[in-house]
């Protein structure tokens, strides 16, 4: 069963960091590219950040441009978000995604072939 699993979601204050993790199971996601989705309460899901298999291509959102690294490790068959300077505003369920095109380095695509279930971000101001 493929899976993937985000981990590192929890509560921050204002200015804070948090690290999340997706790391897949049951197929070699080596030559997917791999993102990162995230959904506030009332709101429609938006692109986040992408990065291309070889990490040779990062795409950002704006709003989270200088503040959020996105990362892989391939012989861990894991991706990162690296998140500083936390806003109230960041407070979302954040997904990962994965596919074996190139969609998810289109910002404006929300499609891709594997999703997880979500991590939980919680900015206080």
């Known amino acids: 069963q493929v899976q993937l699993v985000e981990s590192g979601g929890g509560l921050v204050q204002a200015g804070g960091s948090l690290r999340l993790s997706c790391a897949g199971s049951?197929?070699?996601?080596?030559?997917?590219?791999m993102g990162w989705f995230r959904q506030a309460p009332g709101k429609e899901r938006e692109f986040v950040a992408a990065?291309?298999?070889?990490?040779?291509?990062?795409v950002y959102a704006d709003s989270v441009k200088g503040r959020f690294t996105i990362s892989r490790d391939n012989t861990k068959n894991t991706v990162y978000l690296q998140m500083n300077s936390l806003k109230p505003e960041d407070t979302a369920v954040y997904y990962c995604a994965a596919d074996p095109s190139t969609r998810l380095l289109a910002p404006e695509n929300l499609g891709a072939q594997y999703w997880g279930k979500g991590t939980l971000v919680t900015v206080s101001s």
């Open positions: 990065i291309s298999w070889g990490s040779n291509s990062k």
């Open positions: 049951g197929r070699s996601f080596t030559y997917y590219a």
